[in-house]
């Protein structure tokens, strides 16, 4: 069975105890807004009624904010 990206956000959370306003944060690194309410949407369960599936730009977005909260911005190219 594959992993779908809200799994992979939910792993991801987990790994590194985020709380719904540290993914919100992460995001905004990326330029990306989401608000608290879109985000637990994400990880809900697949049978809940407000369930919305994960698109690649968020979790590329979030991975992306990830990096640059682990690692700090990009160095200006010279």
């Known amino acids: 069975m594959a992993l779908t ?8 959370r987990v790994a590194h105890s985020f ?6 944060e992460v995001l905004k690194l990326a ?8 985000l637990s949407a ?7 009624e407000k369930y919305v599936p994960c698109g690649d730009q968020l979790l590329r977005n979030f ?3 990830l990096i640059i ?6 160095p200006p190219k010279k």
Request: aromatic share 6%.
């Open 42 to 48: 994400i990880f809900r369960k697949e049978d809940h």
């Open 63 to 65: 991975l992306d904010g």
């Open 19 to 24: 709380r719904d306003d540290d993914i919100v």
């Open 31 to 38: 330029d990306f807004k989401m608000t608290k309410s879109e």
């Open 5 to 12: 990206n809200n799994d992979i956000m939910k792993k991801l």
């Open 69 to 74: 909260k682990l690692r700090g911005p990009m």
